[in-house]
Protein backbone atom coordinates (compact mmCIF):
# COMPACT_ATOMS: atom_id res chain seq x y z
CA UNK A 1 0.00 0.00 0.00
CA UNK A 2 2.99 2.03 0.49
CA UNK A 3 3.70 1.46 -3.33
CA UNK A 4 0.04 2.00 -4.32
CA UNK A 5 0.01 5.89 -2.05
CA UNK A 6 3.26 6.75 -3.48
CA UNK A 7 2.56 5.83 -6.97
CA UNK A 8 -0.86 7.91 -7.41
CA UNK A 9 1.23 10.72 -5.48
CA UNK A 10 3.27 11.04 -8.50
CA UNK A 11 0.36 10.90 -10.28
CA UNK A 12 -0.87 13.75 -8.55
CA UNK A 13 2.07 15.90 -9.12
CA UNK A 14 2.09 15.00 -12.53
CA UNK A 15 -1.38 16.23 -12.89
CA UNK A 16 -0.67 19.76 -11.32
CA UNK A 17 2.45 20.05 -13.58
CA UNK A 18 -0.38 19.57 -16.85
CA UNK A 19 -1.85 22.58 -16.31
CA UNK A 20 0.91 24.98 -15.73
CA UNK A 21 2.47 23.77 -18.89
CA UNK A 22 -0.50 24.80 -20.71
CA UNK A 23 -0.67 28.56 -19.22
CA UNK A 24 3.23 27.93 -20.31
CA UNK A 25 2.52 27.48 -23.34
CA UNK A 26 -0.12 30.34 -24.04
CA UNK A 27 2.25 32.64 -21.91
CA UNK A 28 0.21 33.34 -20.05
CA UNK A 29 2.50 34.13 -16.84
CA UNK A 30 0.22 35.39 -14.46
CA UNK A 31 -2.00 31.94 -14.06
CA UNK A 32 1.26 29.74 -14.72
CA UNK A 33 2.81 31.43 -11.29
CA UNK A 34 -0.61 31.08 -10.12
CA UNK A 35 -0.25 27.25 -10.81
CA UNK A 36 3.36 26.46 -10.00
CA UNK A 37 3.07 27.42 -5.82
CA UNK A 38 0.86 24.42 -5.81
CA UNK A 39 2.63 22.17 -7.97
CA UNK A 40 6.11 23.21 -6.57
CA UNK A 41 4.73 22.60 -2.81
CA UNK A 42 3.25 19.04 -4.11
CA UNK A 43 7.09 18.10 -5.29
CA UNK A 44 8.24 19.09 -2.12
CA UNK A 45 5.74 17.39 -0.19
CA UNK A 46 6.91 14.65 -1.64
CA UNK A 47 10.28 14.56 -1.88
CA UNK A 48 10.01 15.21 2.28
CA UNK A 49 8.02 12.47 2.32
CA UNK A 50 10.68 10.06 1.03
CA UNK A 51 13.29 12.01 2.86
CA UNK A 52 12.04 12.38 6.11
CA UNK A 53 10.31 9.18 6.61
CA UNK A 54 10.31 6.34 4.10
CA UNK A 55 14.00 6.58 3.25
CA UNK A 56 15.33 6.57 6.50
CA UNK A 57 12.65 3.62 7.43
CA UNK A 58 14.18 1.70 5.02
CA UNK A 59 18.28 1.89 5.66
CA UNK A 60 17.28 0.91 8.80
CA UNK A 61 17.19 -2.40 7.20
CA UNK A 62 19.19 -1.76 3.80
CA UNK A 63 21.94 0.37 5.47
CA UNK A 64 23.16 3.71 4.04
CA UNK A 65 25.82 4.61 1.95
CA UNK A 66 26.05 5.20 -2.41
CA UNK A 67 22.53 2.66 -2.46
CA UNK A 68 19.79 3.36 -4.75
CA UNK A 69 18.11 5.94 -1.78
CA UNK A 70 20.98 7.49 -2.10
CA UNK A 71 21.11 8.19 -5.96
CA UNK A 72 17.23 9.04 -5.32
CA UNK A 73 18.19 12.01 -2.77
CA UNK A 74 20.96 13.27 -5.59
CA UNK A 75 17.91 13.33 -7.88
CA UNK A 76 15.53 14.72 -5.83
CA UNK A 77 18.00 18.02 -5.29
CA UNK A 78 18.91 17.81 -8.87
CA UNK A 79 15.25 18.18 -9.70
CA UNK A 80 14.39 20.87 -6.91
CA UNK A 81 17.03 22.78 -8.64
CA UNK A 82 15.24 22.70 -12.35
CA UNK A 83 11.88 23.38 -9.79
CA UNK A 84 13.66 26.70 -8.34
CA UNK A 85 14.74 27.61 -12.20
CA UNK A 86 11.37 27.14 -13.33
CA UNK A 87 10.13 29.40 -10.51
CA UNK A 88 12.58 32.02 -11.98
CA UNK A 89 11.63 31.75 -15.14
CA UNK A 90 8.08 32.24 -14.73
CA UNK A 91 8.76 35.10 -13.06
CA UNK A 92 11.00 36.95 -15.68
CA UNK A 93 7.94 35.81 -18.14
CA UNK A 94 10.84 33.61 -20.21
CA UNK A 95 8.16 31.61 -21.94
CA UNK A 96 11.04 29.22 -23.77
CA UNK A 97 13.54 28.83 -20.85
CA UNK A 98 10.22 27.97 -18.55
CA UNK A 99 9.21 25.73 -21.20
CA UNK A 100 13.00 23.73 -21.57
CA UNK A 101 13.08 23.87 -17.98
CA UNK A 102 9.94 21.69 -18.05
CA UNK A 103 10.63 19.73 -20.32
CA UNK A 104 13.66 18.82 -18.33
CA UNK A 105 11.75 18.40 -15.17
CA UNK A 106 8.91 16.35 -16.94
CA UNK A 107 11.81 13.94 -18.29
CA UNK A 108 13.86 13.73 -14.86
CA UNK A 109 10.80 13.47 -13.02
CA UNK A 110 9.48 10.32 -15.68
CA UNK A 111 12.67 8.75 -15.30
CA UNK A 112 12.78 8.85 -11.17
CA UNK A 113 9.47 8.17 -10.86
CA UNK A 114 9.50 4.97 -12.61
CA UNK A 115 12.72 3.48 -10.68
CA UNK A 116 10.93 4.23 -7.44
CA UNK A 117 7.55 2.62 -8.67
CA UNK A 118 9.52 -0.08 -10.24
CA UNK A 119 12.31 -1.05 -7.59
CA UNK A 120 12.40 1.09 -4.10
CA UNK A 121 8.71 0.71 -3.22
CA UNK A 122 8.44 -2.93 -4.27
CA UNK A 123 11.45 -2.76 -1.27
CA UNK A 124 10.10 -0.82 0.94
CA UNK A 125 7.07 -3.44 0.55
CA UNK A 126 9.48 -6.69 1.19
CA UNK A 127 11.18 -4.87 4.10
CA UNK A 128 9.50 -5.72 7.73
CA UNK A 129 9.22 -1.91 8.68
CA UNK A 130 5.78 -0.51 9.50
CA UNK A 131 3.75 -0.19 6.38
CA UNK A 132 0.76 1.32 8.25
CA UNK A 133 2.47 3.84 10.86
CA UNK A 134 5.08 4.62 7.53
CA UNK A 135 1.73 5.43 6.22
CA UNK A 136 0.42 7.67 8.48
CA UNK A 137 3.53 9.67 9.47
CA UNK A 138 3.98 10.40 5.54
CA UNK A 139 0.77 11.54 5.69
CA UNK A 140 1.59 14.03 8.40
CA UNK A 141 4.69 15.77 6.40
CA UNK A 142 4.73 19.33 6.24
CA UNK A 143 6.38 21.70 4.12
FE1 LIG B 1 11.69 10.37 -5.06
FE1 LIG C 1 8.57 9.42 -5.28
Redesign the pocket.
Known sequence: MIKEFMTQDHRECDNLYAPLEEALMQADFEKALELFVPFRNAMLK??AM?EEVLFPKMEEFMGGGEGPIYV?KM??SQIKSIINQLGEAIEAKNKDKALGLGETFMIMTQQ??MK?EQILYTMAEQLPIEKEQTLEEMKKVEV
Open positions: HFEMEHHNE
